[in-house]
């Protein structure tokens, strides 16, 4: 059972590790449009929109930068 535990352990501290900018931009973009919803009173649709449409973005530049690091290497 604890060798399952450490497998789950080493995995999900390895989602942060492996890409360390897309969990940085990913943060950055929550505290935002957190700030954003709470602060400047934005309406709470229109900041899941935002948090949509940026974990998108965040998500594609992640993966074409990877793309490109693969295909460098060849």
Do not use: P, W, Y
């Not at 505290?31 to 998108?56: E, I, Q, T």
């Amino acid at each position: 059972m604890m060798n399952i535990l450490n497998i789950a352990l080493k995995e999900l501290f390895g989602m942060f590790i492996d890409d360390g900018a897309l969990a940085l931009l990913a943060l950055l973009l929550i505290a935002a449009v957190g700030s954003l919803v709470k602060f400047a009173h934005v309406d709470a649709l229109l900041g899941a929109a935002l948090l949509l449409v940026g974990c998108l973005m965040i998500l594609a530049e992640s993966l074409t930068r990877a793309a490109r690091k693969k295909f460098q290497r060849k």
